[in-house]
């Protein structure tokens, strides 16, 4: 028998006896009663994904497994990042995917909790029970990687609000979003880093405007969103004005570490899949020597973002270093997908022994691997982090 919701919810041990949550927890995905229907889950579109996602949130929240690793005054029941990094693992050990509603969370929550604990309070607890999910208003049509040249402006109207106008692209989730961080400029244009701030909007606030974006898979999962004269309360704030730069490296860390560390969970869970395949249908020695190879890659990626996961959990500060994750998590990604395509061609390209849905899913999650190294800021830039901040190599010489 799994544990019942009142002995999860009751076991102060779990909090700092990180191994007796670890087999409770093991113990109850082994006998989840929706675990098969989880498992292989299929959809057509991308917003009926997010509604099974939200739903398996949903039943997380329930049984109580996803509140640990957060603050009670959000929602949690207490405990760090090394509870969060405890659920992905064992999801992925039980081949059952992590929701997507847990990346979002993931990247923007610790930063609520920080920098605005009042919206945390109100607001976090929703996210951990599936009831509503964020977009990440960062990138711009004219601002990829360089955050330092965004243009959506807000103004103070003279009564403490502010007015905000300008235009958001790529925002993951934002066609179905509740709310949005934002990233906006308080500050001159000259005034780069030193005059962003950082604001929670809800998308259907007066004024915005959200346009899903269809990928070449077809799939509407990512959008455009347009603030036109959007007013923002104070209260809204999410640290002080003109701090954005600082939330936004506080949140990279989280981005990089606790994402990336869910992200290569759910890429093991994938080789796991694959593995059953190959065993079923055979593999040559070449392919076997690929997965071994890509596997080491991804086991990786995943030790050196445990390290993150630990210090972040010890109220460590990551800094440049949270590159080396992306950069690792991003190739690896690329590589999972890559090998599925290459060694399931029948089943990718004419959809050999399965459903409508389930190959329509598993081209979608190709199809978005491509973005893996772009999106979040891009290796190339991320390679430049590392030889400047971490291993102090010598200016690359541009031709003048």
């Known amino acids: 028998m799994s544990a019942s919701l009142n002995d999860v919810v009751n076991r102060g041990d779990y909090v700092s006896q990180v191994a007796i949550f670890r087999e409770d927890l093991r113990q109850s995905l082994r006998t989840l009663d929706c675990a098969d229907y989880w498992r292989t ?3 057509a579109t991308a917003e009926t994904g997010l509604e099974h996602d939200a739903a398996v949130m949903a039943r997380l929240h329930a049984d109580g497994w996803n509140r640990y690793g957060w603050p009670e005054a959000a929602g949690g029941l207490g405990g760090n990042e090394i509870h969060r990094a405890v659920l992905y693992e064992e999801l992925a050990n039980a081949m ?23 919206l ?34 807000a103004t103070d109207d003279g009564s403490g609000w502010f007015i905000v106008n300008g235009q958001k692209i790529w925002t ?4 179905t979003a509740k709310r949005l961080c934002v990233l906006v400029r308080t500050g001159s244009p000259e005034s780069r880093h030193r005059g962003l701030t950082m604001m929670l909007i809800d998308t259907d606030a007066p004024g915005v405007t959200v346009h899903p974006i269809a990928l070449a898979s077809g799939r509407r999962e990512l959008a455009e969103v347009f603030f036109d004269d959007v007013r923002v309360p104070p209260e809204r704030l999410v640290g002080e004005i003109g701090a954005g730069w600082a939330v936004t490296m506080f949140l990279m860390q989280y981005e990089r570490g606790m994402y990336g560390y869910a992200a290569l969970n759910n890429m093991l869970m994938e080789l796991g899949r694959l593995r059953e395949y190959m065993v079923t249908r055979g593999a040559g020695s070449a392919q076997r020597e690929r997965f071994a190879r890509v596997y080491v890659e991804v086991i990786a990626a995943q030790a050196r973002a445990a390290t993150t996961v630990r210090k972040l959990a010890a109220g460590e500060s990551v800094d440049s270093e949270s590159s080396i994750d992306k950069l690792l998590c991003s190739e690896a990604e690329r590589a999972v997908y890559d090998l599925i395509l290459d060694l399931m061609r029948d089943h990718m390209m004419v959809g050999t022994g399965s459903g409508p849905d389930e190959l329509d899913t598993a081209r979608a999650k190709w ?8 999106m979040g800021g891009t290796a190339g830039v991320q390679r430049g982090i590392i030889a ?7 200016k690359e010489s541009r031709a003048s």
């Open 41 to 43: 889950a299929a959809y």
């Open 96 to 118: 059952l995917p992590i929701p997507a509603q847990a990346w979002t969370l993931e990247v923007m929550g610790p930063a609520i909790l920080k920098f605005a604990p009042h």
């Open 120 to 153: 945390a309070r109100e607001y976090l607890p929703r996210c951990l029970d599936g009831s509503e999910w964020w977009g990440q208003g960062f990138s711009e049509p004219e601002s990829g990687s360089d955050l330092a040249s965004l243009q959506t402006r």
């Open 172 to 175: 993951s989730h934002g066609g």
């Open 367 to 374: 199809w978005y691997s491509r973005a893996a190294t772009v």
């Open 388 to 394: 400047d901040h971490i291993l102090g190599l010598p």
